[in-house]
């Protein structure tokens, strides 16, 4: 190994006919202090947190995601079949741009847990515009939520 006037390392090597290249930098031969902690890990995390299940809130509420919404629906729809368990604090209605309709799912945020659960046991299977809604939890610490 070679030091040039940079202060880089450079390593020679042969290459084809006898001919020799200056490679510089790291990476170029094995490492000899034995750490191959990037090697052999694939895919093995660390976990954060706890294993027990449940929904969690955000920053200002609790968030009920709402899918399978007609594509039709107004906001004021939406709002109107959810403010019957609380006050709607905020409401995120996702539209096609190129369509300008809903994309089939809405957050709708609470204050209190519990209008939150209200909500969710209410309206999961409730009619709206002709088309079932399936609603559950938008953020849930564990394994998941229902599979649907």
């Not at 790291?26 to 929904?55: L, M, Y």
């Not at 809604?133 to 229902?146: I, N, P, Q, T, V």
Request: one cysteine or more; aromatic letters at 6%; hydrophobic letters at 30%.
């Amino acid at each position: 190994m070679d030091t040039d006037t940079s202060g880089m390392d450079t390593s020679a090597s042969d290459v084809g006919g006898g001919q020799r290249n200056k490679r510089k930098g790291r990476g170029h031969r094995a490492r000899q202090d034995g750490n191959d902690s990037e090697i052999g890990r694939g895919g093995q995390f660390d976990t954060v947190g706890s294993d027990k299940s449940g929904p969690v809130k955000s920053v200002e509420g609790w968030i009920v995601f709402v899918s399978n919404v007609h594509e039709e629906a107004q906001e004021e729809d939406i709002v109107d079949k959810f403010g019957e368990f609380g006050d709607v604090k905020n409401i995120h209605v996702n539209l096609d741009r190129r369509t300008g309709f809903v994309k089939g799912y809405v957050l709708v945020e609470y204050k209190e847990k519990s209008e939150a659960e209200a909500a969710i046991a209410e309206m999961d299977g409730a009619d709206l515009l002709g088309q079932t809604l399936a609603c559950d939890w938008a953020f849930r610490e564990g394994k998941g939520g229902k599979k649907r």
